[in-house]
């Protein structure tokens, strides 16, 4: 059976009060703990790592992840947090390839594996993102872009390491703007990727991956999205910024 799980990526948003009462209220809702089965992540700034994973550490359906790490072991990189930093504040997941770190920092695909790389040796799962864009999809290049998104980095580590993966498929065309992929664009990629993990890795790790689908996801549309069969959950962005909404979601299988 393969992990259920809905992951909120807070972006650059809260301070660090309003962050930490965001979690509270996430986790003295009710509802969040009626789905023991989903795991939920919760995907703040750096900042509030080390508090939200103090809060949440008992609880055994919520972890903690980063937004991203450096691609650098550690040293002279000022401004930058490394893998190990992140683990050693309770982050056990991390975002890798998002695609507003390939837009607006440039992110590079033999960036992102070093990070993958970095990440797997501080036993930090990635959550390594994929997605075309507007014109792609448009073009109907959007299978051809997510291979090669694929191709050019997790595809080349070993199936140990890849089997550690959560992929998430994130059209950016669906990030932020209210427009959600259909349930069918989504289970078409979704269906792809998994074929395309199948022919590189193998039936058991095709099977084992969660696949989550972000972009737009909101607790109106989670239930049709996570029915598709290849939809593992979502990676939410503005909707996990209100308790309410995200463990709606959670609760939307
Ligand atoms: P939205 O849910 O705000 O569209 O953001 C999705 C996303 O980028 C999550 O990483």
């Known amino acids: 059976m393969r992990k259920k799980i809905v992951a909120g990526n807070w972006k650059m948003n809260k301070t ?3 962050g930490l009462n965001l979690v509270d209220e996430i986790i003295q809702s009710s509802a969040i703990h009626q789905t023991p089965e989903v795991l939920k992540i919760i995907i703040p700034p750096f900042i509030h790592l080390h508090s ?3 809060k949440t550490k008992h ?4 972890e903690i992840g980063a ?6 072991e550690a040293g002279a990189f000022t401004g930058e ?4 930093m992140i683990a050693s504040c309770g ?3 991390v975002l890798v390839g998002h695609s507003e770190r390939r837009q607006y920092y440039n992110e590079t695909e033999a960036i992102l594996t070093q990070k993958v790389n970095h990440a797997i040796s501080k036993d930090i ?3 390594f993102c994929v997605g075309e864009n507007l014109t792609e999809r448009n073009n109907n290049t959007h299978l051809e872009t997510v291979k090669q998104q694929l191709k050019e980095t997790v595809f080349n580590l070993s199936v140990t390491d890849f089997s550690k993966l959560i992929i998430a498929y994130e059209p950016v065309w669906a990030i932020g703007t209210g427009v959600t992929a259909t349930s069918h664009q989504a289970q078409g990629m979704h269906n792809y990727i998994r074929s395309e993990i199948n022919k590189k890795f193998g039936k058991e790790t095709s099977e084992s991956i969660s696949i989550l689908y972000g972009g737009s996801c909101n607790p109106e549309n989670a239930k049709e999205l996570f029915a598709c069969i290849d939809v593992d959950g979502g990676l939410i962005g503005g909707a996990s910024l209100k308790a309410n909404d995200f463990v709606a979601i959670a609760n939307s299988f």
């Open 125 to 127: 799962t990635p959550i």
């Open 67 to 72: 937004q991203n790490c450096n691609n650098n």
């Open 16 to 18: 660090f009060e309003q």
């Open 59 to 62: 609880i055994n359906d919520i």
């Open 81 to 84: 947090i490394s893998a190990a």
């Open 52 to 54: 939200v994973s103090e």
């Open 91 to 93: 982050a056990k997941y």
